[in-house]
């Protein structure tokens, strides 16, 4: 067990509708990072938060957005979703806390499926 | 932009044996991480070894070892004795160590591991 946690496990939903992904990170991390995993496209992270701050944004789609609240939890909202949007989505969690050897630690992840 | 390569899709090992995954990757940096990352059938994603590129010294967590070539730019695990609950996709990934926003974990393909009983 990370300390990383996501909810909900699993998500089936249809083409056009919008979900909700949450995660809480370990205990005393201030940074949370959101990474999606597909066949096609493998592991690609999508964007990163620091104590409530957007600090980096990969390959993420404008349908996507996501914050994090003062508590540190994060929420990734997926709109409008596509068939292709169907993929397993990863939080991960590390303290940034300025140390080089700062490493990220991830939560179970989040299987969305888009029917 | 760094990339990785895992040139092994899929390997296979027998049951106490040893077995070396491969990895390569791209960058213009001197500073960074990289790591392992294991990916059982439940699909979670576990730290298996890190690596600063500055150490020389090459990281090892009892069955796990790494050999990095930083000239070039290989950084492959060892995975020693193996046991069944060792199966699973390896990921390698890289990390700059620029500082500032720059964390992001860039990953390879990955490698699906089957251990032989």
């Known amino acids: 067990d990370s300390g990383v946690t996501q909810t909900p496990k699993h998500l089936i939903t249809a083409t056009g509708q919008r979900v909700t992904l949450r995660c809480s990170p370990r205990?005393?991390?201030?940074?949370v990072y959101w990474y999606q995993q597909s066949l096609d496209q493998g592991l690609q992270f999508l964007i990163q938060y620091y104590n409530g701050e957007e600090r980096a944004k990969g390959n993420i789609l404008e349908r996507f957005s996501a914050q994090q609240f003062p508590d540190l939890h994060s929420e990734l909202n997926l709109s409008s979703l596509e068939l292709g949007d169907s993929a397993l989505y990863f939080c991960?969690?590390?303290?940034?806390?300025?140390?080089?050897?700062?490493?990220?630690?991830f939560g179970p992840g989040t299987r969305l499926t888009v029917l | 932009a760094q990339t990785v390569t895992q040139s092994q899709p899929e390997m296979s090992v027998q049951e106490a044996e040893t077995v070396t995954l491969s990895c390569t990757y791209d960058t213009s940096e001197s500073d960074y991480y990289l790591f392992w990352y294991k990916q059982p059938p439940s699909r979670q994603m576990i730290l298996v070894i890190r690596?600063?590129?500055?150490?020389?010294q090459n990281a090892t967590e009892n069955r796990f070892s790494v050999n990095f070539q930083k000239a070039a730019k290989s950084f492959s695990l060892k995975i020693s004795d193996s046991q069944l609950g060792d199966a699973a996709m390896y990921f390698c990934a890289y990390r700059s160590s620029s500082g500032g926003s720059n964390y992001k974990l860039t990953f390879g393909k990955g490698t699906l591991l089957t251990v032989n009983p």
């Open positions: 991960a969690s590390s303290q940034m806390d300025g140390r080089l050897t700062d490493t990220q630690y």
């Open positions: 205990s005393g991390d201030l940074s």
């Open positions: 690596q600063e590129a500055y150490k020389q």
